[in-house]
């Protein structure tokens, strides 16, 4: 009697009577692994590994990028700890992740359960989606015709009797628009993976909750949650690695690429590191910007390991 073992796992024990060598398949796979498998960790290391271990070992070091580095221990991180635009930059970015993360998701969740059963939602999902793919610039642009002194919405404002209208693009306010943009701009991009799980959700199990009295609330809460629970946790780690790297909407929002630079207040971790590496304006201390980004990916994944530690559930399964 012949044993098939070419799907065997590795590890997994031989059933009995197997004979003692693989099959001529799984000696053919097994020999094509690594010429497929090199040339991408081949990529990985030179695009990805070995520029963070350069980093790394910058962050040790005084370094202008011209001189020789000297070594400096952890001063660069003791001098992040000391900055202020650092401190200022990293609680803009924790914003970023929170609150904007929270108010997407809603949203998100709020306009799946809309659409699930609307005519044409492949349509609505379109144009919610679009806004993801627009360029920062256009929004900054948008935002300087809408919210500058003479704008649309000062203009529409003033029509009311409202003589002081808000400082919009203001430093106390230009954050706050900025997150709202984000908020429009992001939230399409979620509703498109979240509906792609939840049209894969059984529609008997929400005509069997229907039929058992259950409201809107009950059977998001009973249904769609815990049957989309694996793509609402990969949703939240992207969620988590982009609120990191947020740079182009605040620069486009504050400030331009020559002239000046966006208010301290909406500063995040990124921009932090272009406006002290990047800009040709003071002599650049590489140390503490590799410091930065080391700490930025560090706080990337402690975030990410505790959001797949606190949404780790078992499947689900129907």
Request: aromatic residues 14%; contains cysteine; hydrophobic residues 55%.
């Amino acid at each position: 009697m012949s044993v098939l073992t070419a799907g065997r796992k590795p590890g997994q024990a031989r059933a009995p009577g197997a004979p003692g060598r693989d099959t001529p398949l799984a000696l053919r796979r097994r020999r094509l692994f690594w010429p497929f498998v090199l040339p991408a960790l081949a990529f990985l290391a030179v695009c990805h590994l070995v520029p963070l271990l350069f980093g790394l070992w910058t962050s040790f070091h005084s370094w202008d990028g011209y001189s020789a580095m000297e070594w400096n221990g952890l001063g660069s991180y003791r001098a992040l700890v000391d900055d202020p635009f650092f401190r200022t930059s990293m609680v803009n970015t924790f914003k970023i992740l929170v609150f904007v993360g929270l108010t997407v998701f809603v949203l998100a969740f709020a306009l799946t359960m809309v659409l699930r059963e609307m005519a044409g939602r492949r349509f609505v999902r379109a144009v919610l989606f679009f806004p993801h793919i627009v360029n920062a610039m256009v929004f900054g642009v948008l935002a300087g015709f809408l919210f500058n002194p003479g704008g649309l919405v000062n203009s529409a404002l003033a029509g009311l009797g409202v003589d002081e209208p808000p400082k919009w693009l203001g430093s106390d306010n230009v954050f706050l628009l900025i997150m709202a943009t984000m908020v429009c701009t992001s939230t399409g991009f979620y509703v498109a993976i979240l509906m792609a799980a939840v049209d894969n959700i059984p529609g008997y199990l929400y005509e069997d909750a229907e039929l058992a009295g259950a409201g809107a609330f009950r059977k998001f809460w009973h249904i769609t949650l815990p049957l989309s629970w694996d793509v609402v946790t990969v949703c939240a780690v992207l969620w988590t690695i982009s609120s990191v790297k947020v740079f182009e909407l605040v620069l486009v929002f504050g400030g331009t690429f020559t002239t000046s630079a966006p208010p301290i207040e909406t500063w995040t971790s990124a921009l932090y590191i272009y406006r002290n590496a990047f800009t040709g304006s003071d002599i650049p201390q590489f140390g503490t910007v590799c410091a930065a980004g080391i700490t930025s990916l560090l706080l990337v994944a402690v975030f990410t390991a505790l959001l797949r530690r606190l949404m780790r559930r078992d499947p689900v399964e129907y």
